[in-house]
């Protein structure tokens, strides 16, 4: 058991690396960010042990303990939906937050970040048209993106989707192909403050297709840790 993780994580990793030669991307473009939420800190460590350095938590509630108990070095991305309420906790402890869907959150990471002196890097959730998920949609990402432009403790590194869940992850394709524009036609409008190099996109199930269309975070959490068990 103890030895699979890490195996799992290479093969995702020698997966990542294969896509980013078939699109011609150096194989380093891409962080694999273990997505851990539920799994137990044993199984952190194991990666912790092998040189991992990032993992990308769900919720507060678990963040905040398994930063606590991992060392200093780890990076955590908060890619969960955030309440206005967990943005004290999750400021002091995130690298990063992949979440940012309103007005309001960004408003509440500003303050906090204005009051311990720190920026924060964020990503814009973009919702690929499913009413059940978060997210700001395609078309108002670009006004919503110069509204954080002008809040100077954040700093707006790119976008973050979670696709559908299909059958055949081709189907996503075309979402990743949206994501990577609207990347560059947020970029290309030169608003103050704003330029954005992330895309955090792919999952167990597409993250290869991610990749060839130009994923620079992929989150991925079965195919590491195994299917998840939820109380
Ligand atoms: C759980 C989760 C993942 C990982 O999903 P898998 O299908 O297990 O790889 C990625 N991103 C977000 C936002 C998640 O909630």
């Known amino acids: 058991m103890k030895m699979t993780?890490?195996?799992?994580?290479?093969?995702?990793?020698?997966?990542?690396e294969e896509a980013c030669r078939r699109a011609n991307?150096?194989?380093?473009?891409?962080?694999?960010?273990?997505?851990s939420k539920t799994r137990p800190i044993s199984m952190l460590e194991e990666l912790y042990q092998e040189g991992v350095r990032c993992f990308g938590e769900n919720y507060v509630q678990e963040l905040t303990p398994k930063s606590r108990q991992?060392?200093?070095?780890?990076?955590?991305?908060m890619i969960g939906h955030l309440q206005r309420n967990?943005?004290?906790?999750?400021?002091?402890c995130a690298s990063m937050i992949h979440s940012l869907d309103s007005m309001r959150l960004a408003q509440a990471i500003e303050e906090q970040?204005?009051?311990l002196e720190k920026k924060m890097d964020v990503l814009i959730e973009i919702n690929c048209g499913e009413e059940?998920?978060?997210?700001?949609?395609?078309?108002?990402?670009?006004?919503?993106?110069?509204?954080i432009g002008k809040l100077s403790h954040l700093c707006l590194r790119g976008l973050m989707t979670s696709a559908p869940f299909v059958e055949n992850p081709e189907d996503n394709r075309k979402y990743f192909q949206?994501?990577?524009?609207?990347?560059?036609?947020?970029?290309?409008?030169?608003?103050?403050?704003i330029?954005?190099?992330?895309?955090?996109?792919?999952?167990?199930?597409?993250?290869?297709?991610?990749?060839?269309?130009?994923?620079?975070?992929?989150?991925?959490?079965?195919?590491?840790f195994g299917e998840r068990e939820y109380p």
């Not at 949206?178 to 403050?193: A, F, P, S, W």
């Not at 954005?196 to 996109?201: H, N």
């Open 113 to 115: 970040c204005a009051k």
């Open 25 to 35: 991307r150096p194989p380093r473009a891409v962080t694999l960010l273990p997505v």
């Open 178 to 193: 949206q994501m990577r524009q609207l990347c560059v036609d947020i970029n290309e409008k030169n608003i103050d403050n």
């Open 132 to 147: 059940s998920k978060f997210g700001i949609s395609f078309d108002e990402a670009p006004a919503f993106a110069a509204r």
């Open 195 to 224: 330029h954005m190099d992330v895309l955090s996109m792919g999952m167990t199930n597409d993250y290869i297709i991610a990749v060839e269309e130009g994923a620079t975070h992929v989150r991925v959490g079965t195919a590491i």
């Open 5 to 16: 993780i890490y195996a799992n994580y290479k093969k995702v990793l020698a997966q990542v």
């Open 86 to 92: 967990k943005v004290k906790a999750v400021v002091s």
């Open 70 to 77: 991992l060392p200093d070095d780890v990076q955590w991305h």
